[in-house]
């Protein structure tokens, strides 16, 4: 009940802030109202050019189109008006009952009408096309939070109970797999955590008494007793959440680019029209007038462009949610990318084998992936993965144990298998000269697991969080657009942070970094006047992507919390289609300026020619067809706009090495060997 309350105050505030934002009425668009009302309209074109007798049944249906599909318009430039304000739908709403009563032939008038007020419908429904961010937010990142926690009781026992109902103080029992319902400090035990979602930290985090938990992070291992030190809103989680309404809140509205030229494009053909009748006192030319004036170009000019451009983006795997963006991106100067998720895979992968002695590469990876087999670790799975993709078999691992944080022993072929870390080798009695074989550094993001057999350290098995093969390509790509800054701001460490930049060639690098700071460094940037884009995947970017003029979420890989919070996501995680969206937009652009241009010249032409006495009420509907014709078929330039971009899929076969089953060449997703 408390959620369902909340999301509907929230759900209120939203309208009420947008009704306020926009100022006038919006149309309520109903798809299935517009289905209808076209198929009246289709059927009496049909009719009229199949049946000679058919003009009674052709203007019946053309009627019934007409008052289906402009009823909301009407409607809604009355409430307009009694609110006292002057927009688009009141000049709208004139043109269709103008329309509606012109000409020589009624049928003509109809389905004028009915036209005008279709594409003014489809326009509206093109621009209410963006998702609730803040409330579709607020319930993933609900759902994140474990309703239940594990309570321990005075006597050492546990109880479950709601995780609201945690206070301060409460120590709380966390089991392996379980996501932790409150920020704590843990009092016994040792565990690995993913915590990618809160600090963005691409490898687990190993953990021991005195350390910090956070709220929605996992335990991966080990049992742990927790001290509760933040609960409920208080929590950092909790924090992420109001960051994100708060940054909602504070969004500036995008303006409708029609409404601005309707706040003076309204008054003027209303005085026009009184004007002409004034001086001839032809109501036929008033009507003229008016229907020459309707503003289709206008209507059309931007929901036809932004249509060919949704299409042209959605074809290279990009979803635009808010179409505002189209424009919106032209504008973009600076780019904040987060790193795990984002630049990088976000996922553990094998980066060196490292065989000792006379041990084959394929071998040792038998050996440790073999051990591991049932383990539920991120470790576990990057050497799984490797194997499954080289075609290496797996064996039966027998008297699997496991020891929270430091290792694993398992029975393997008869041999016994030890893997862990270089002190869990040392603690099973394994000779430590194996130690100086490393020659990779785990500060800079590197995880090292040694494996032993009977007693003898066989090799090593370097892992880490990939960078995406096109990351450089794309920043780069960024930079030729125009863009002034580009920084990648992240959670996790400094030196992993450093190494990632150097491989990408990002010259600006903000680490350790709390959502909060990451909202702080957005704040900043866009105080400094740049237009700020965010890219992100998890929930610790979600309130940056809400703060920015423009949030990007890795839409195949990220949480739903980012991608209900951007508003524009990439499908198939392909950072090069950044400057394709930059340049995409920089056109979408000028042909809407070009088709607002053509609009002012054809209606001014119009009002003359309609004046004078030049035209009739149906040479007027077919002139505005004609230029709405026009500006559509201008619009439709974009859709084949980033065709020479689309993927194509090129089959290579690679040798392997007949000794081991490995393949010859590197694993393209493994790291070159440093010299």
Same mark, same amino acid.
């Given at each position: 009940?408390?959620?369902?309350?909340?999301?509907?105050?929230?759900?209120? &505030?939203?309208?009420?802030? #947008?009704?306020?934002?926009?100022?006038?009425?919006?149309?309520?668009?109903?798809?299935?109202?517009?289905?209808?009302?076209?198929?009246?309209?289709?059927?009496?074109?049909?009719?009229?050019?199949?049946?000679?007798?058919?003009?009674?049944?052709?203007? +019946?249906?053309?009627?019934?189109?007409?008052?289906?599909?402009?009823?909301?318009?009407?409607?809604?430039?009355?409430?307009?008006?009694?609110?006292?304000?002057?927009?688009?739908?009141?000049?709208?709403?004139?043109?269709?009952?103008?329309?509606?009563?012109?000409?020589?032939?009624?049928?003509?008038?109809?389905?004028?009408?009915?036209?005008?007020?279709? *594409?003014?419908? +489809?326009?509206?429904?093109?621009?209410?096309?963006?998702?609730?961010?803040?409330?579709?937010?607020?319930?993933?990142?609900?759902?994140?939070?474990?309703?239940?926690?594990?309570?321990?009781?005075?006597?050492?026992? %546990?109880?479950?109970?709601?995780?609201?109902?945690? =206070?301060?103080?409460?120590?709380?029992?966390?089991?392996?797999?379980?996501?932790?319902?409150?920020?704590?400090?843990?009092?016994?035990?040792?565990?690995? *955590?993913?915590?990618?979602?809160?600090?963005?930290?691409?490898?687990?985090?190993?953990?021991?008494?005195?350390?910090?938990?956070?709220?929605?992070?996992?335990?991966?291992?080990?049992?742990?007793?927790?001290?509760?030190?933040?609960?409920?809103? #208080?929590?950092?989680?909790?924090?992420?959440?109001?960051?994100?309404?708060?940054?909602?809140?504070?969004?500036?509205? !995008?303006?409708?680019?029609?409404?601005?030229?309707?706040?003076?494009?309204?008054?003027?053909?209303?005085?026009?029209?009184?004007?002409?009748? =004034?001086?001839?006192?032809?109501?036929?030319?008033?009507?003229?007038?008016?229907?020459?004036?309707?503003?289709?170009? *206008?209507?059309?000019?931007?929901?036809? &462009?932004?249509?060919?451009?949704?299409?042209?983006?959605?074809?290279?795997?990009?979803?635009?949610?808010?179409?505002?963006?189209?424009?919106?991106?032209?504008?973009?100067?600076?780019?904040?990318?987060?790193?795990?998720?984002?630049?990088?895979?976000?996922?553990?992968?094998?980066?060196?084998?490292?065989?000792?002695?006379?041990?084959?590469?394929?071998?040792?990876?038998?050996?440790?992936?073999?051990?591991?087999?049932?383990?539920?670790?991120?470790?576990?799975?990057?050497?799984?993965?490797?194997?499954? %993709?080289?075609?290496?078999?797996? &064996?039966?691992?027998?008297?699997?144990?496991?020891?929270?944080?430091?290792?694993?022993?398992?029975?393997?072929?008869?041999? %016994?298998?030890? !893997?862990?870390?270089?002190?869990?080798?040392?603690?099973?009695?394994?000779?430590?000269?194996?130690?100086?074989?490393?020659?990779?550094?785990?500060?800079?993001?590197?995880?090292?697991?040694?494996?032993?057999?009977?007693?003898?350290?066989?090799?090593?098995?370097?892992?880490?969080?990939?960078?995406?093969?096109?990351?450089?390509?794309?920043?780069?790509?960024?930079?030729?657009?125009?863009?002034?800054?580009?920084?990648?701001?992240?959670?996790?460490?400094?030196?992993?942070?450093?190494?990632?930049?150097?491989?990408?060639?990002?010259?600006?690098?903000?680490?350790?970094?709390?959502?909060?700071?990451?909202?702080? *460094?957005?704040?900043?940037?866009?105080?400094?006047?740049?237009?700020?884009?965010?890219?992100? #995947?998890?929930?610790?970017?979600? &309130?940056?992507?809400?703060?920015?003029?423009?949030?990007?979420?890795?839409?195949?890989?990220?949480?739903?919390?980012?991608?209900?919070? =951007?508003?524009?996501?990439?499908?198939?995680?392909?950072?090069?289609?950044?400057?394709?969206?930059?340049?995409?937009?920089?056109?979408?652009?000028?042909?809407?300026?070009?088709?607002?241009?053509?609009?002012?010249?054809?209606?001014?032409?119009?009002?003359?020619?309609?004046?004078?006495?030049?035209?009739?009420?149906?040479?007027?509907?077919?002139?505005?067809?004609?230029?709405?014709?026009?500006?559509?078929?201008?619009?439709?330039?974009?859709?084949?706009?980033?065709?020479?971009?689309?993927?194509?899929?090129?089959?290579?076969?690679?040798?392997?090495?007949?000794?081991?089953?490995?393949?010859?060449?590197?694993?393209?997703?493994?790291?070159?060997?440093?010299?």
């Amino acid at each position: 009940m408390q959620v369902t309350s909340l999301l509907t105050r929230e759900e209120h &505030a939203d309208h009420d802030h #947008d009704q306020h934002d926009h100022g006038h009425e919006h149309i309520p668009v109903r798809l299935w109202q517009i289905m209808f009302g076209v198929i009246f309209i289709a059927n009496s074109y049909l009719v009229e050019w199949m049946f000679e007798k058919g003009s009674m049944v052709a203007g +019946l249906s053309a009627m019934v189109g007409a008052v289906i599909l402009g009823w909301p318009i009407v409607v809604t430039a009355l409430k307009d008006i009694r609110r006292g304000i002057l927009s688009i739908n009141e000049l709208v709403a004139i043109a269709v009952l103008a329309a509606f009563g012109s000409g020589e032939s009624q049928i003509g008038g109809y389905q004028t009408a009915g036209i005008i007020a279709f *594409f003014m419908l +489809l326009g509206e429904l093109i621009e209410t096309r963006t998702a609730a961010g803040a409330r579709a937010s607020i319930e993933s990142l609900i759902k994140l939070t474990p309703t239940k926690a594990r309570r321990i009781t005075t006597n050492n026992g %546990e109880e479950e109970v709601a995780a609201r109902d945690l =206070a301060v103080g409460d120590v709380i029992r966390i089991r392996p797999g379980d996501n932790v319902a409150a920020d704590g400090v843990i009092v016994s035990g040792q565990g690995s *955590f993913n915590q990618a979602n809160i600090t963005g930290e691409s490898l687990p985090v190993d953990k021991k008494p005195g350390d910090e938990v956070f709220a929605g992070t996992q335990n991966l291992t080990g049992v742990l007793e927790v001290k509760v030190t933040r609960a409920g809103q #208080d929590t950092t989680l909790g924090r992420v959440r109001e960051l994100i309404l708060a940054a909602e809140k504070t969004k500036l509205p !995008i303006m409708r680019i029609i409404d601005q030229y309707m706040v003076f494009y309204t008054p003027l053909v209303l005085v026009l029209g009184a004007l002409v009748w =004034a001086f001839t006192r032809d109501l036929n030319r008033v009507i003229t007038v008016l229907v020459v004036a309707c503003p289709c170009a *206008f209507i059309l000019a931007s929901p036809t &462009a932004m249509v060919a451009a949704l299409s042209a983006a959605a074809r290279l795997g990009i979803l635009i949610k808010n179409v505002g963006d189209i424009e919106l991106a032209a504008r973009i100067n600076a780019f904040i990318f987060d790193k795990t998720g984002t630049l990088t895979t976000g996922r553990l992968a094998v980066s060196r084998l490292a065989p000792l002695g006379e041990t084959k590469p394929a071998e040792l990876l038998r050996l440790a992936a073999s051990a591991e087999k049932y383990r539920n670790h991120p470790t576990a799975k990057a050497l799984a993965q490797l194997a499954e %993709e080289a075609g290496v078999p797996l &064996a039966e691992p027998k008297d699997f144990a496991e020891s929270a944080v430091r290792g694993i022993k398992a029975g393997v072929d008869g041999a %016994e298998i030890v !893997i862990g870390r270089a002190q869990w080798l040392k603690d099973n009695r394994i000779p430590d000269d194996f130690v100086k074989s490393a020659d990779l550094n785990e500060t800079e993001g590197f995880s090292l697991i040694f494996v032993a057999r009977n007693g003898q350290c066989i090799g090593w098995v370097g892992l880490q969080d990939q960078t995406r093969a096109e990351a450089r390509e794309a920043l780069v790509g960024l930079k030729e657009t125009g863009v002034r800054r580009i920084a990648m701001v992240t959670g996790d460490r400094q030196p992993v942070a450093s190494r990632v930049a150097r491989e990408i060639g990002c010259e600006e690098v903000v680490a350790e970094c709390l959502p909060q700071n990451k909202v702080e *460094f957005v704040r900043q940037m866009k105080e400094r006047g740049y237009r700020v884009a965010v890219v992100g #995947d998890g929930v610790n970017d979600a &309130a940056a992507l809400a703060a920015c003029d423009m949030g990007i979420a890795m839409c195949a890989a990220g949480s739903e919390v980012a991608i209900h919070s =951007a508003t524009t996501a990439l499908m198939n995680n392909d950072l090069r289609r950044l400057p394709f969206l930059v340049k995409l937009s920089r056109q979408t652009r000028g042909v809407i300026n070009q088709n607002f241009l053509f609009g002012v010249f054809f209606s001014i032409g119009g009002w003359t020619a309609g004046a004078f006495g030049y035209l009739n009420p149906i040479i007027a509907a077919i002139m505005h067809n004609v230029g709405s014709l026009i500006v559509v078929f201008n619009s439709a330039r974009l859709v084949r706009i980033g065709e020479e971009l689309e993927p194509f899929q090129a089959v290579r076969a690679e040798p392997t090495d007949q000794g081991t089953g490995l393949k010859s060449e590197p694993v393209p997703r493994l790291a070159p060997r440093p010299a």
